[in-house]
T-cell receptor, first 116, second 113 residues
Framework: EAGVVQSPRYKIIEKKQPVAFWCNPISGHNTLYWYRQNLGQGPELLIRYENEEAVDDSQLPKDRFSAERLKGVDSTLKIQPAELGDSAVYLC??????????????FGPGTRLTVL | AQKVTQAQTEISVVEKEDVTLDCVYETRDTTYYLFWYKQPPSGELVFLIRRNSFDEQNEISGRYSWNFQKSTSSFNFTITASQVVDSAVYFCALSGNAGKSTFGDGTTLTVKP
C-alpha cells in the first residue's frame, strides 16, 4: 500500500513569490493534517481536515496561507506571498479517525521550503 | 491549552547501553492519547506507540518499553541495549478529545558504536 505522497520534495523561491505544496494521503484515511516543522523543533499543526471539512485551522496564518481539500482526498497548501520566516519543512500526515478515537498518523516525506 | 515537554534535547550513549527518553505533558482533557514517533535521518516520522489516558499499563515491544504515569503526567520511553540504528530524533505527542495534536520538540538520540 502506498504511503502519504507529497510533492515537491524541495522548493527554493524568493521572498514574495507564491508556492504550493500537494499531498495525497493514504487511501481510506479521512483525516489529513498539514504541519510545519522548523529546524530543531517538533511539527506544529497548521490545519486538520476531517474529510473535506477544515475542523481546526486555528494555527494557520490566514493572511498568507490557504489550504483546500476539495473532494476529501488530496490536499493543497499554498503560501502567498512567502516570507523569509516561512523556510521550514512542511509535512502532511493522514490517519483513520473513527469517531472520537485517535489513531496514529502516517507522515509523508515532507517538502523542504527555502525562501531567499 | 495542551503542551508536551521533552526536556532532553540531545542524548548520546554507547551501543548496548539502556537509555530513557522523558516526556511530560499538560492537558485539561480527561480523554486523550499519547504517542511516540521516530524521525530517522531520512526525515520521515514513523509511529511507534499509542496510549490512551485510561490505559496505564506499561508496554514492552522487543527492546522498546513505555512507562505511562498519569499521576506525574509522564510517558517515558526506554530503549534497552541500544543500537546504532536507534539513532534518530524521537517525538512525544499528545492528542486531546478535540483531535488537536501537539508535539514536543524532540530528543535527538545518538548511539555510538
Amino acid at each position: 500500500e502506498a504511503g502519504v505522497v507529497q510533492s515537491p520534495r524541495y522548493k527554493i523561491i524568493e521572498k514574495k513569490q507564491p508556492v504550493a505544496f500537494w499531498c495525497n494521503p493514504i487511501s481510506g484515511h479521512n483525516t489529513l493534517y498539514w504541519y510545519r516543522q522548523n529546524l530543531g523543533q517538533g511539527p506544529e499543526l497548521l490545519i486538520r481536515y476531517e474529510n473535506e471539512e477544515a475542523v481546526d485551522d486555528s494555527q494557520l496564518p490566514k493572511d498568507r496561507f490557504s489550504a483546500e481539500r476539495l473532494k476529501g482526498v488530496d490536499s493543497t497548501l499554498k503560501i502567498q506571498p512567502a516570507e523569509l520566516g516561512d523556510s521550514a519543512v512542511y509535512l502532511c500526515a493522514s490517519s483513520f479517525r473513527p469517531g472520537l478515537h485517535d489513531n496514529e498518523q502516517f507522515f509523508g516525506p515532507g517538502t523542504r521550503l527555502t525562501v531567499l | 491549552a495542551q503542551k508536551v515537554t521533552q526536556a532532553q534535547t540531545e542524548i548520546s550513549v554507547v551501543e548496548k547501553e539502556d537509555v530513557t527518553l522523558d516526556c511530560v505533558y499538560e492537558t485539561r482533557d480527561t480523554t486523550y492519547y499519547l504517542f511516540w514517533y521516530k524521525q530517522p535521518p531520512s526525515g520521515e516520522l514513523v509511529f511507534l506507540i499509542r496510549r490512551n489516558s485510561f490505559d496505564e499499563q506499561n508496554e514492552i515491544s522487543g527492546r522498546y518499553s513505555w512507562n505511562f504515569q498519569k499521576s506525574t503526567s509522564s510517558f517515558n520511553f526506554t530503549i534497552t541495549a541500544s543500537q546504532v540504528v536507534d539513532s534518530a530524533v524521537y517525538f512525544c505527542a499528545l492528542s486531546g478529545n478535540a483531535g488537536k495534536s501537539t508535539f514536543g520538540d524532540g530528543t535527538t538520540l545518538t548511539v555510538k558504536p
